[in-house]
């Protein structure tokens, strides 16, 4: 079982940058997916991001298509996003989860779905200011 925390979540001005980590406790991190979401008030949770077991197979939803990167580093049990050019869409509370597992390669759309993924973390919020 994989305990995620978040971190990095502030308020920056439009056009700014940021930069959330994801810390991840337990056994075998290096074996799961990682994805970020994003959620508004009265709104669903929204894929933003995702890095794959092995790191070497990212995904990214369209809102952030170049202005996100998404890493992990397995050593130490993180994974980052970092965004730039930010926009008060952005804004939201930020939250990684586990997803699936080493050896399977999923596609695209498995990351679309929430429902696919099991530990999430308590969440940081990013606010960005017009």
């Known amino acids: 079982q994989v305990q995620l925390a978040e971190f990095g979540g502030r308020l920056v001005q439009a056009g700014g940058s940021l930069g959330l980590s994801c810390t991840a406790s337990?056994?075998?991190?290096?074996?799961?997916?990682i994805a970020w979401f994003r959620q508004k008030p009265g709104e669903e949770r929204q894929f933003v991001a995702a890095?794959?077991?092995?790191?070497?197979?990212?995904f990214y939803a369209d809102s952030v298509k170049g202005r996100a990167i998404i890493s992990r580093d397995n050593a130490e049990n993180t994974v980052n996003l970092q965004m730039k050019d930010l926009k008060p869409e952005d804004s939201a509370i930020y939250y990684c989860?586990?997803?699936?597992?080493?050896?399977?390669?999923?596609?695209?759309?498995?990351?679309?779905?929430?429902?696919?993924?099991?530990?999430w973390g308590q969440g940081t919020q990013v606010t960005v200011s017009s």
């Open positions: 890095v794959a077991w092995g790191g070497g197979r990212t």
């Open positions: 989860a586990t997803g699936g597992t080493r050896p399977t390669h999923y596609t695209y759309a498995y990351y679309l779905q929430p429902e696919n993924f099991g530990s």
């Open positions: 337990g056994s075998n991190f290096a074996d799961y997916d």
